[in-house]
């Protein structure tokens, strides 16, 4: 009886198609993607870097696992532009 069930619920296409469009990631400006950033001085790369990371920490302490992997994924974008800008 309860395999006959989940094969019921797992047929259901309203359910299926409910599922797929229960999340809906919210937009953030990707600040790696302005063009203004392509133009930073060092100084101010190095600033956008150290904020988006305190960013990044504060929305893992707030339990925003999402959020924060977008500050990482942002933070990962800002330091490679950093190396490619200024290569050690």
Known sequence: KKAR??????????????????????????LAADPIVQYMSKAQLEKSIE???RLMRDAAKKMEFIEAAQYRDELLKLEELLREKWPI
């Open 5 to 30: 069930n989940l094969a019921v619920f797992g047929t259901n296409e309203e359910s299926a198609s409910d599922m797929q469009k229960a999340y809906v990631e919210p937009d953030k400006p990707n």
């Open 51 to 53: 904020r988006t990371r």
